[in-house]
């Protein structure tokens, strides 16, 4: 079956870096999102990535591996206003969009 | 960029009852819609796959009587919960798929709250 896999909560300060990683296993893959959710908001775009690699974006990188099935979101400088819900979407060979769960941003001062 | 509205952004409404969400692509065209429910605290689920012009394709374990979508036109989607229940209470997310840069995104609309009293 089709898996995407985040880790549910993760915890950093203020001014620090935090690297939220993804792995996937998806029949076919045409691209990688990470988008952003706060609580009680819709997701917004943050980052698409088809080819091996790094991709800066600001304060936001994405990196993929699609050997390796795997991704990260690395943010720096974080502020409080990036807590929030980070979700890693893959889509697959028929262009469906395959969720993961998300990951919830904690930032502490 | 691509913009996406929906509403209501909240609605409240007795048991029993039936509520449209409007969705609404409102700077390009959108042939594929999605609609999604997230409940409080899990992520979003996709609810069913919508083509203009087309019958919506519902995931596995949707009941497409009660979730009623119409894709009428390449700018507009509805979906009706017919009959709601307290346990349709959700937030119900739409968004509309456009190529950009060269590869299909997903624009989302902000969402509507449900409650079902």
């Known amino acids: 079956g089709q898996n995407i896999d985040q880790p549910t909560e993760m915890t950093a300060t203020e001014g620090a870096i935090v690297q939220i990683n993804c792995t996937y296993q998806t029949s076919g893959f045409n691209g990688l999102f990470w988008y952003q959710q706060h609580a009680g908001e819709a997701p917004t775009f943050l980052s698409y990535?088809?080819l091996d690699g790094l991709e800066e974006k600001g304060r936001f990188s994405s990196f993929l591996s699609r050997s390796k099935g795997y991704s990260y979101l690395l943010l720096k400088e974080l502020q409080m206003k990036d807590s929030a819900s980070y979700l890693c979407?893959?889509?697959?060979?028929?262009?469906?969009?395959?969720w993961g769960a998300g990951t919830k941003l904690i930032i502490k001062p | 960029g691509a913009v996406v509205s929906q509403h209501p952004s909240w609605v409240i409404c007795k048991s029993g009852t039936s509520v449209k969400i409007e969705c609404r692509s409102l700077d390009f065209q959108a042939t594929t819609m999605f609609w999604y429910r997230q409940f409080p605290k899990q992520s979003l689920m996709l609810m069913a796959t919508?083509?203009?012009?087309?019958?919506?394709?519902?995931e596995q374990g949707v009941e497409k009587d009660k979730f009623l979508i119409n894709h009428a036109s390449l700018t507009l989607s509805t979906l009706t919960v017919t009959s709601a229940h307290p346990e349709d209470s959700s937030f119900y997310i739409c968004?509309?798929?456009?190529?950009?840069?060269?590869?299909?995104?997903?624009?989302f609309g902000p969402g509507t709250r449900l409650t079902v009293l």
């Open positions: 919508s083509n203009e012009g087309s019958k919506a394709t519902y």
């Open positions: 979407a893959v889509t697959d060979s028929n262009y469906q969009l395959i």
């Open positions: 990535n088809v």
């Open positions: 968004s509309a798929r456009a190529v950009t840069g060269g590869h299909n995104e997903q624009f």
